[in-house]
């Protein structure tokens, strides 16, 4: 088994955006550590043959859902935060339209396109994670990119950028 360290330096990337496009750019970065804490603590019983990326991205899908609890407990202090340019390289400063489409998708469209195309999970393991088949883990997904084609060619048309 490689040493931690390394598979932090090889999937943190990867678990940083899925935590991103699952979580949002506010929350991504506290889901990604406690992520990678609750893997440090886990990592002795690791089998060898264990699918390294799978058990990082369901670690990561289970502090998503416990950060999604807690901001559904936190109070709403301001009605609109006002939107500040950023140089960080998060999704909102990618392209705004598209952080808003992939933000409007369903919980599990996102999770599932989060999973596929950016941890590139293949849909049995997403449905391993999500809960549910093979199949609905592919459909969620297909649904969520077709929605996102849809939304996304939608704003920027309207955008004048397409």
């Not at 390394?6 to 496009?21: K, N, S, T």
């Not at 970065?29 to 799978?54: G, K, Q």
């Not at 994670?129 to 309207?158: E, M, P, Q």
Request: charged letters at 25%.
């Amino acid at each position: 088994m490689k040493p931690f360290e390394q598979i932090v330096d090889e999937y943190g990337p990867m678990v940083l955006r899925v935590c991103r496009a699952v979580l949002g750019p506010a929350d991504a970065e506290d889901a990604w550590s406690e992520t990678f804490l609750a893997a440090l603590r886990a990592f002795p019983e690791l089998t060898e043959d264990a699918n390294v990326e799978a058990w990082l991205v369901t670690i990561a899908h289970r502090k998503a859902v416990d950060a999604t609890r807690a901001t559904a407990r936190r109070p709403v202090m301001v009605e609109r935060v006002p939107e500040r340019p950023s140089t960080t390289g998060r999704p909102e400063d990618w392209d705004g339209d598209l952080w808003a489409a992939l933000r409007a998708l369903p919980t599990k469209q996102r999770m599932a396109v989060a999973y596929h195309y950016l941890a590139g999970l293949p849909y049995a393991e997403i449905a391993a994670i999500l809960g549910g088949s093979t199949d609905a883990a592919r459909r969620a997904a297909a649904d969520g990119i077709k929605t996102l084609r849809t939304t996304y060619r939608h704003a920027t048309s309207v955008g004048g950028e397409a």
